[in-house]
């Protein structure tokens, strides 16, 4: 019989898991903090939309085990959020005031996303506004729009986590009907990363390059060429935005700008009245 999961090899970490089109399994006791979460966010009016591995089966039919439920919502909504969740009973903290805040009940918890943890990208209200509808655990809600979605992904490629398998999913699973020019204003001046996930797509599905429109290919490359062609010789490095630790040194020990800190101190925080 067929199952998400195979063995898995050696070099292999022990939670990876193949994808699959297989609904994993939830504890009863994970699915009802997911839905009392969602309950209380309506409830109160909170704008928010719900992104991760649930957004992502929206778009592409692939189901993975979560061990979270990543709620996106503006930095302003955050505190609000926070204290509606604290008042039924959850058990609320502020991880990062730049981007993450969580709230628990026993072993299972939410992610509620503010942006980037870099700090290149921060959700505002039209992110709400450009969702779409959605069931999520029996509750009427609405995931992110895909182009909001990819954006988020962008910066996902940290040594541990590469989340470029996702966005290739999702330029596939949408045969590639995004509305190209939101996802050039997302990106802003990190087009380059922008272009080597739609490579990475490219290489994965060559018979599917057309699903990239071919202007924005034309646009990409002909920014890259001008780049390479008239290289700004006082650009700041930007490694730190890709992986902290991979380029500690570069910060450290070469003395290379840190635009992550920059980026970080220059982002709107998370406050709430009740949460440490």
Same mark, same amino acid.
């Given at each position: 019989m067929p199952t998400p999961q195979d063995k898995i090899p050696a070099?292999?970490? @022990? /939670?990876?898991? #193949?994808?699959s089109s297989f609904p994993p399994e939830m504890a009863p006791e994970q699915e009802l903090?997911?839905?009392d979460v969602l309950?209380?966010? %309506? %409830?109160h009016h909170v704008p928010y939309a719900v992104a991760g591995a649930f957004a992502l089966r929206e778009y592409t039919g692939i189901c993975r085990m979560t061990k979270d439920l990543d709620i996106f919502l503006p930095?302003?909504?955050?505190?609000n959020a926070l204290n509606v969740l604290q008042a039924a009973g959850f058990e609320c903290e502020i991880t990062d005031p730049v981007w993450l805040a969580k709230a628990h009940r026993n072993d299972f918890f939410v992610d509620l996303i503010t942006g980037m943890s870099n700090a290149?990208?921060?959700v505002d209200q039209c992110w709400i506004k450009r969702a779409r509808p959605a069931q999520i655990v029996g509750v009427n809600t609405r995931v992110l729009a895909p @182009? @909001?979605?990819?954006?988020? #992904?962008?910066?996902?490629?940290?040594? %541990?986590?590469?989340?470029?398998?996702?966005?290739?999913?999702i330029v596939y699973g949408t045969q590639g009907k995004l509305q190209w020019d939101r996802v050039l204003q997302l990106t802003g001046g990190h087009w380059e990363i922008l272009l080597w996930m739609l490579l990475f797509f490219r290489y994965n599905y060559p018979a599917q390059t057309s699903y990239v429109p071919r202007?924005?290919?034309?646009?990409?490359?002909?920014?890259? /060429? %001008?780049?390479? @062609?008239h290289p700004e010789t006082n650009a700041p490095f930007r490694g730190s935005l890709?992986?902290?630790y991979m380029f500690a040194i570069d910060v450290n020990e070469w003395k290379m700008a840190d635009l992550l800190q920059q980026y970080r101190s220059q982002s709107p925080k998370i406050e709430a009245s009740r949460c440490p």
């Amino acid at each position: 019989m067929p199952t998400p999961q195979d063995k898995i090899p050696a070099d292999i970490p @022990e /939670n990876a898991i #193949k994808t699959s089109s297989f609904p994993p399994e939830m504890a009863p006791e994970q699915e009802l903090l997911y839905r009392d979460v969602l309950l209380a966010l %309506e %409830e109160h009016h909170v704008p928010y939309a719900v992104a991760g591995a649930f957004a992502l089966r929206e778009y592409t039919g692939i189901c993975r085990m979560t061990k979270d439920l990543d709620i996106f919502l503006p930095p302003e909504a955050a505190g609000n959020a926070l204290n509606v969740l604290q008042a039924a009973g959850f058990e609320c903290e502020i991880t990062d005031p730049v981007w993450l805040a969580k709230a628990h009940r026993n072993d299972f918890f939410v992610d509620l996303i503010t942006g980037m943890s870099n700090a290149t990208l921060v959700v505002d209200q039209c992110w709400i506004k450009r969702a779409r509808p959605a069931q999520i655990v029996g509750v009427n809600t609405r995931v992110l729009a895909p @182009e @909001e979605l990819l954006a988020s #992904k962008l910066f996902v490629i940290r040594r %541990e986590r590469f989340d470029g398998a996702d966005i290739a999913h999702i330029v596939y699973g949408t045969q590639g009907k995004l509305q190209w020019d939101r996802v050039l204003q997302l990106t802003g001046g990190h087009w380059e990363i922008l272009l080597w996930m739609l490579l990475f797509f490219r290489y994965n599905y060559p018979a599917q390059t057309s699903y990239v429109p071919r202007w924005l290919w034309h646009d990409l490359l002909q920014r890259l /060429n %001008e780049a390479v @062609e008239h290289p700004e010789t006082n650009a700041p490095f930007r490694g730190s935005l890709v992986d902290d630790y991979m380029f500690a040194i570069d910060v450290n020990e070469w003395k290379m700008a840190d635009l992550l800190q920059q980026y970080r101190s220059q982002s709107p925080k998370i406050e709430a009245s009740r949460c440490p």
